[in-house]
């Protein structure tokens, strides 16, 4: 990732591979576009919120976020996902009780915080359909990721960002990026700390017009004890040796977060979609042990995480543009009328 947000010699080597792989995007996307591969339009708008950038931006939150402002105008949103972990060939809906191993971490926090019909699998277009069969109500599709599967059609794109930018603006191999820094959407989202409050923020390749998004969090809920509820605020007082541990795609944000609540914390950064049936708080010394909600889906599931009283989840709120919601609205009946390819 170092290598990926400069233009050293690392990537620079890469280069040529990145423009032959741009290349290759580039002829799939046309395809689709002059329609020599068959692209599906269901009978419902469909939102796809995803990014360019390899690895996390937030699209769960801004997904959960979506679902929430959806179900406020009235509408009966549901979402679907590939789901990390998931059986690949199998179309499956996320109940509350599933198996994040089954389903993936992020679709099962979705279906808990969002309270809609949550249906994963691969094939987007197989997962929609059969969420539609279930649920015909569903006024309104979201796409969790999906933005590179143009099986799929789609009404409104949404590209979200973090404080990364671009990175070094780059495809992969030689950069981070699995489209070109170009790419047109409906609306691009920026999300990072104090972007809502209107600051000036000058982050590589992100338009000035974003929208601007943060994470939120006032408190920690004990995994243990869901009852057991402290402010953040109050935890520099109440908790003496505090360790933050994060097994999303930026871990960071997740630890800048809590500093900027005032927490002096130590760092347990871990892979993305970390499985912990390693056990990896066994030989942590401390009083208290944040983590993501993401990884509390699966903390959740394991006996032996189940009882450690140390454990306490820090739910976040996405934070949003105050007229976003309305524009989006707008956008679904525009693109409605026109069904172009987004």
């Not at 279906?111 to 019909?117: E, G, T, Y």
């Amino acid at each position: 990732m170092r290598a990926w947000l400069r233009r050293g010699i690392m990537a620079r080597i890469l280069w040529p591979v990145s423009k032959l792989f741009q290349m290759l995007v580039g002829l799939r996307f046309g395809l689709f576009l002059m329609g020599y591969k068959r692209q599906t339009r269901l009978p419902v708008p469909v939102i796809v919120v995803g990014n360019i950038f390899v690895g996390g931006t937030g699209k769960t939150p801004l997904t959960i976020w979506l679902a929430q402002q959806l179900q406020l105008a009235g509408r009966k949103p549901a979402v679907i996902s590939r789901g990390y972990g998931a059986d690949a060939e199998t179309v499956m809906e996320v109940t509350d009780g599933a198996a994040a191993g089954q389903v993936g971490d992020e679709p099962l926090l979705i279906a808990q915080r969002a309270s809609c019909p949550v249906m994963v699998g691969r094939n987007r277009v197989a997962a929609a359909q059969a969420l539609l069969l279930k649920y015909p109500q569903t006024d309104v599709i979201i796409s969790d990721d999906g933005l590179q599967h143009y099986a799929l059609g789609r009404d409104v794109e949404i590209i979200l960002f973090d404080q990364r930018g671009v990175g070094n603006g780059w495809m992969l191999p030689a950069g981070p990026l699995r489209e070109p820094a170009r790419r047109r959407s409906d609306f691009t989202v920026l999300n990072m700390s104090g972007a809502v409050a209107g600051a000036d923020i000058d982050v590589a390749g992100v338009s000035k017009d974003a929208v601007r998004m943060q994470l939120l969090a006032d408190r920690a809920v004990n995994l243990k004890d869901p009852g057991l509820s402290l402010p953040l605020a109050d935890l520099p007082g109440q908790a003496g040796n505090i360790v933050a541990a994060a097994g999303i795609g930026n871990p960071e944000r997740f630890f800048a977060m809590l500093r900027s609540a005032g927490l002096q914390i130590g760092t347990l950064p871990l892979p993305d979609h970390h499985d912990f049936e390693d056990h990896p708080f066994q030989a942590i010394q401390a009083d208290m042990i944040l983590i993501t909600e993401k990884d509390a889906v699966k903390c959740r599931q394991i006996k032996s995480l189940q009882q450690d009283a140390r454990l306490w989840v820090v739910p976040v709120s996405a934070q949003l543009d105050a007229d976003f919601a309305t524009k989006l609205m707008e956008k679904i009946s525009e693109k409605q009328n026109g069904r172009s390819l987004a």
